[in-house]
């Protein structure tokens, strides 16, 4: 069945310094979304993306989906303490299923 | 403006036992689902339903059950549960399938 594979697992920066997650799908995605999930809260959304090769920022966050409509990536640039959270990227092809990676775990150290 | 409601937010059962989640929503949203959080693991399908009377299997649909007699309401089953069944479930819905899902605060159950 369908995947959604997402990297790393966790990531520990310095605040100030930049995180990236990655995203890889088995399968070609009609859109791709990304949330996020504070430490004992919900996720809330943040972006969807739908074209090829499309880019949108959100001030210090970047989110980029690939030409093949296969993998995505979030950037933070100059990570905060408020930054800290899981970020999920949620995949969904021709139907409304929606398959959520594992999430990447970030930790911010002031 | 409540959003998405779930009742309980905390429930310990003994394994056999059975129960229903609630989930409401006020935004008229035709799309819900339910999930369970595993650590490591994500954000998993249990079910989802399209409209008012509807419902479907996800990924992890066995030993659950879900029924969406109203709109507004999203009630999910666990007619014996078990403790793989031990998780956190969270409910969400989406105007259409292709929108942001909104999801409520989760309900962390515990299966002894």
């Known amino acids: 069945g369908q995947q959604v594979m997402q990297i790393p697992q966790y990531q520990h920066v310095q605040e100030g310094e930049d995180f990236t997650t990655y995203c890889n799908s088995s399968?070609?995605?009609?859109?791709i979304q990304w949330y996020k999930q504070r430490p004992g809260g919900h996720p809330v959304f943040l972006i969807q993306?739908?074209?090829?090769?499309e880019v949108k920022k959100q001030k210090r966050l970047t989110f980029q989906f690939g030409e093949a409509k296969k993998n995505s990536s979030l950037h933070i640039t100059a990570t905060q303490t408020t930054d800290v959270g899981t970020y999920f990227c949620?995949?969904?092809?021709?139907?409304?299923?929606?398959?959520f990676g594992a999430g990447t775990r970030l930790f911010v150290k002031a | 403006n409540a959003g998405v409601t779930q009742t309980p937010k905390f429930r310990v059962l003994k394994t056999g036992q059975s129960m229903t989640l609630l989930c409401a929503q006020d935004?008229?949203?035709?799309?819900m689902y339910w999930y369970r959080q595993d650590p490591g693991m994500g954000l998993r399908l249990i079910h989802y339903?399209?409209?008012?009377?509807?419902?479907a299997k996800g990924e992890v649909p066995d030993g659950y059950n879900v029924s969406r007699l109203k709109k507004q309401n999203f009630l999910l089953g666990l007619e014996s549960a078990a403790p793989s069944q031990t998780s956190v479930y969270f409910c969400?819905?989406?105007?259409?399938?292709?929108?942001?899902?909104?999801f409520g605060d989760g309900t962390r159950l515990s299966i002894l």
């Open positions: 969400a819905s989406s105007y259409q399938g292709h929108q942001p899902q909104h």
């Open positions: 399968t070609t995605l009609s859109n």
């Open positions: 993306l739908v074209k090829s090769g």
């Open positions: 949620a995949g969904q092809t021709g139907g409304f299923k929606t398959i």
């Open positions: 935004m008229n949203h035709e799309y």
């Open positions: 339903s399209v409209g008012e009377g509807t419902t």
